[in-house]
């Protein structure tokens, strides 16, 4: 019989620790940061375990080193870093475990923030929307805005949650309730609530948990769920694949977790915002060489909930040069330009799909000499929409789409 194989030594201890300090540390915790050569944490944290301490103790560097050189380095060694609540909830066992194998640390972690705020709150933790704002716009939390939705939010610091309230009600929010938790789990833990229009709470703790109760006037913004987002909820000069083009687009493109698209001739860059609506991991680059269009699409993005989109301002195909290799392409615009669909063809990697649409005769001739020579799905998308004539109604028809889907091989 073979010998089981001895498992690689832990060197490496991550603490979860809360605002209690050493009073929430179980004798495993304690154990491990007083038997540790080096500890690693935030100031904060440094000082709440301080009489555990018989090692060395060093502090975060600033900027934060997101590559843990100094934690790294000392691989081999017992090493502790210390983390706030659960170090796998934003925090940073995430990163730590992109560089070490999971065989070779032990993980301490305390409840969460989130945790502890729905316990306080009594909230199903389930159903309830999480997000983190902290280092992130509040931008993020517009998706998240429907009527009796319940939101958890981790912030920045303390004028985060008046900055969120007045977001709330300029989009039409303003009846919400929110709830700052501040410092919980500490001795200095305290909760306050007040209307989103009507938000007064001074001296909020920097460390806190916003809770949002969504509840909406009849103009609120809101976003739905599904592909094909009104037209009028983005800005726009004309140049937009209007929604019934749009949904039907986002269907061909087929997004899949974590995908990156580029949509070449963005014009209002709907298509690369309801991309990346259909899950946060989702990521998107928007081409476009129309300036004013290209800071368009930056302002549509943040004010859909979809600031992370990349918006790279010139005219394919110069303007691919060294992006990332997509997962999808969807071509909107220029896509008649000589070399844009060469361009994308090589760029695409194997499996990805590429969606173009055409209005023009020019591109629509290009599209059906592609379908010849690659295959692919080719649709002709007709709609008409009711308009008054006189004094009755009336079928008026828009210009038809020809769209072209292709997976590359």
Same mark, same amino acid.
């Given at each position: 019989?073979?010998?089981?194989?001895?498992?690689?030594?832990?060197?490496?201890?991550?603490?979860?620790?809360?605002?209690?300090?050493?009073?929430?540390?179980?004798?495993?915790?304690?154990?491990?940061?007083?038997?540790?050569?080096?500890?690693?944490?935030?100031?904060?944290?440094?000082?709440?375990?301080?009489?555990?301490?018989?090692?060395?103790?060093?502090?975060?560097?600033?900027?934060?080193?997101?590559?843990?050189?100094?934690?790294?380095?000392?691989?081999?060694?017992?090493?502790?870093?210390?983390?706030?609540?659960?170090?796998?909830?934003?925090?940073?066992?995430?990163?730590?475990?992109?560089?070490?194998?999971?065989?070779?640390?032990?993980? #301490?972690?305390? @409840?969460?923030?989130?945790?502890? !705020? *729905?316990?306080?709150?009594?909230?199903? $933790?389930? &159903?309830?929307?999480?997000?983190?704002?902290?280092?992130?716009?509040?931008?993020?939390v517009r998706p998240l805005l429907h009527p009796s939705a319940r939101i958890l939010a981790l912030?920045?610091?303390?004028?985060?949650?008046?900055?969120?309230?007045?977001?709330?009600?300029?989009?039409?929010?303003?009846?919400?309730?929110?709830?700052?938790?501040?410092? #919980?789990?500490? @001795?200095?833990?305290?909760?306050? !609530? *007040?209307?989103?229009?009507?938000?007064? $709470?001074? &001296?909020?703790?920097?460390l806190n948990v916003l809770a949002l109760e969504i509840e909406q006037t009849p103009d609120a913004?809101?976003?739905?769920?599904?592909?094909?987002?009104?037209?009028?909820?983005?800005?726009?000069?004309?140049?937009?694949?209007?929604?019934?083009?749009?949904?039907?687009?986002?269907?061909?493109?087929?997004?899949?977790?974590?995908? #990156?698209?580029?949509?070449?001739?963005?014009?209002?860059?709907?298509?690369?915002?309801?991309?990346? $609506?259909?899950?946060?991991?989702?990521?998107?680059?928007?081409?476009?060489?129309?300036?004013?269009?290209?800071?368009?699409?930056?302002?549509?993005?943040?004010?859909?909930?979809?600031?992370?989109?990349?918006?790279?301002?010139?005219?394919?195909?110069?303007?691919?040069?060294?992006?990332?290799?997509?997962?999808?392409?969807?071509?909107?615009?220029?896509?008649?330009?000589?070399?844009?669909?060469?361009?994308?063809?090589?760029?695409?990697?194997?499996?990805?799909?590429?969606?173009?649409?055409?209005?023009?005769?020019?591109?629509?001739?290009?599209?059906?000499?592609?379908?010849?020579?690659?295959?692919?799905?080719?649709?002709?998308?007709?709609?008409?929409?009711?308009?008054?004539?006189?004094?009755?109604?009336?079928?008026?028809?828009?210009?038809?789409?020809?769209?072209?889907?292709?997976?590359?091989?």
């Amino acid at each position: 019989m073979s010998k089981n194989k001895q498992p690689k030594p832990q060197w490496l201890i991550i603490v979860g620790i809360g605002e209690d300090g050493v009073a929430g540390l179980g004798d495993e915790a304690k154990r491990r940061i007083g038997e540790a050569e080096v500890i690693f944490g935030g100031k904060r944290h440094l000082a709440l375990v301080a009489p555990l301490v018989k090692g060395e103790t060093r502090q975060w560097p600033t900027p934060f080193d997101t590559e843990m050189r100094e934690v790294l380095a000392l691989k081999g060694k017992n090493v502790c870093v210390l983390a706030s609540g659960d170090p796998f909830f934003h925090g940073v066992g995430v990163t730590l475990a992109r560089k070490v194998k999971p065989d070779q640390m032990m993980v #301490l972690p305390a @409840p969460s923030s989130l945790s502890l !705020a *729905a316990s306080r709150l009594g909230w199903a $933790l389930q &159903d309830v929307e999480t997000i983190s704002l902290h280092g992130h716009s509040i931008d993020l939390v517009r998706p998240l805005l429907h009527p009796s939705a319940r939101i958890l939010a981790l912030t920045s610091d303390g004028d985060a949650p008046a900055a969120i309230a007045r977001l709330l009600d300029e989009l039409g929010f303003g009846p919400s309730r929110l709830t700052v938790l501040e410092a #919980l789990g500490g @001795p200095d833990e305290t909760r306050r !609530a *007040a209307r989103a229009d009507s938000f007064d $709470l001074k &001296d909020i703790n920097p460390l806190n948990v916003l809770a949002l109760e969504i509840e909406q006037t009849p103009d609120a913004r809101v976003l739905p769920l599904t592909v094909g987002l009104a037209d009028h909820l983005f800005e726009h000069d004309g140049q937009i694949t209007k929604r019934e083009i749009r949904a039907m687009t986002l269907s061909s493109l087929a997004p899949r977790r974590g995908e #990156l698209l580029w949509d070449i001739g963005a014009g209002s860059g709907s298509i690369g915002i309801e991309w990346m $609506l259909a899950h946060p991991s989702m990521r998107a680059i928007a081409i476009e060489a129309d300036s004013e269009r290209a800071a368009r699409i930056a302002r549509n993005a943040g004010h859909c909930g979809v600031p992370g989109l990349v918006v790279i301002e010139g005219s394919a195909p110069k303007a691919l040069a060294k992006l990332e290799t997509p997962d999808a392409i969807f071509i909107g615009g220029g896509g008649s330009d000589a070399g844009v669909l060469e361009k994308a063809f090589k760029a695409l990697r194997p499996g990805g799909r590429l969606v173009a649409n055409a209005v023009t005769l020019e591109m629509e001739t290009l599209l059906l000499d592609q379908h010849t020579r690659r295959g692919g799905d080719l649709t002709r998308i007709a709609l008409s929409r009711a308009a008054p004539v006189g004094s009755m109604q009336a079928w008026r028809p828009a210009m038809p789409v020809t769209q072209w889907s292709w997976v590359k091989p």
